[in-house]
Structures are given as C-alpha cells and as structure tokens.
C-alpha cells in the first residue's frame, strides 16, 4: 500500500502538471494568435512547475514508496526527514515561482530546494544497498 508521505508527494506533483500544462498552454496559444504578449513571462514557472513540481516531485514519492526496506519491522527510513523534505521542496518551489513579481526570491527558492533534496537523500540513504548486506 502507498505509503501517506507518497501520496502527498505524488498529489502535489500532479497538480504541479496540471498547472505547468497550463501555462504552457497559454504561452503555446500565444506563439499562435499573440492574444496576450506578457503571458510568455510564465516560461520560467512553466518549466519549475513541470522540472522540479512534477517529475522532480513524482520521483522523490515513488522511490520512498518502492525502495527496499529493511530490518524489523520493514522502515521506509527516517520518516520525518522525508516529511520534511517533502514541505522544503514544495515550499521551494511556490517561493521560485515569486520570481514572477520579485526577481530576487528565486535563489531563496533554490536554497530550499537544495535543502529538500540533501534531507531527502540522508532520509532514504540506508535503503540504498545491495540485496542481502
Ligand atoms: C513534461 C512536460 C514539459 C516540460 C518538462 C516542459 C519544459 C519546458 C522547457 C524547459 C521550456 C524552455 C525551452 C527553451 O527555452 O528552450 C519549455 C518551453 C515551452 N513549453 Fe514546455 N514543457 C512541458 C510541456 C509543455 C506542454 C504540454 C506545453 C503546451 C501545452 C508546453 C508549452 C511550451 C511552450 C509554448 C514553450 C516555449 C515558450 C517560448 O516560446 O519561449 N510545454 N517547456
């Protein structure tokens, strides 16, 4: 059964994509019949939201539900690492999105970015060994 932290991770990075697709959208029917130019100022949201909302995200939730697990009973890891990890990323990635009205937020963004993916990988690090060691 898919673990609750999954579940979030993989919620949140499907409506990452619908958003993304949307935005894409618009900027796709802009290339087309130029009904808005300033709408092309959602690219670099577009491919936030589409890089790190949704294959980024989708990634992280799927591989704390499926690595091995080991011991007993079976441990995902450090739970509360990955939650947190989980809360950094999505706030990192709303704050890059800022970017559209405060250019400057968005290294603030990656920081916590950064921060979410080195706390994921020290949370699942003990899943990461060959069968049997
Ligand atoms: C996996 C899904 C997607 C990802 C990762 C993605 C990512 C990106 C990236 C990285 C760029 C910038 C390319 C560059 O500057 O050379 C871009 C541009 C663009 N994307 Fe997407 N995209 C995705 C899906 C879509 C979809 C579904 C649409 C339309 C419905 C779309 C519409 C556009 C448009 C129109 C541009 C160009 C904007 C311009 O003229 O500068 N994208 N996308």
């Keep these: 059964m898919m673990p609750r932290l999954s579940v979030w991770f993989v919620r949140a990075s499907m409506i990452y994509l619908l958003a993304g697709f949307t935005l894409g959208a618009l900027m796709l029917a802009q290339d087309g019949i130029s009904y808005a130019p300033a709408v092309m100022a959602v690219l670099p949201v577009h491919m936030e939201f589409l890089l790190?909302?949704?294959?980024?995200?989708?990634?992280?939730?799927?591989?704390?539900?499926?690595?091995?697990?080991?011991?007993?009973?079976?441990?995902?890891?450090?739970?509360?690492?990955?939650?947190?990890?989980?809360?950094?990323?999505?706030?990192?990635?709303?704050?890059?999105?800022?970017?559209?009205?405060?250019?400057a937020v968005f290294l603030i963004g990656r920081i916590l970015e950064t921060g979410a993916v080195i706390i994921y990988a020290a949370g699942l690090w003990r899943r990461v060994k060959p069968h049997g060691t």
Aim: proline letters at 6%.
């Design 52 to 103: 790190v909302g949704w294959l980024v995200q989708l990634a992280m939730g799927v591989a704390f539900w499926i690595f091995p697990r080991f011991g007993l009973p079976h441990s995902r890891g450090n739970e509360t690492l990955i939650w947190a990890s989980c809360l950094l990323l999505n706030a990192g990635i709303l704050v890059v999105a800022l970017e559209l009205w405060i250019p």
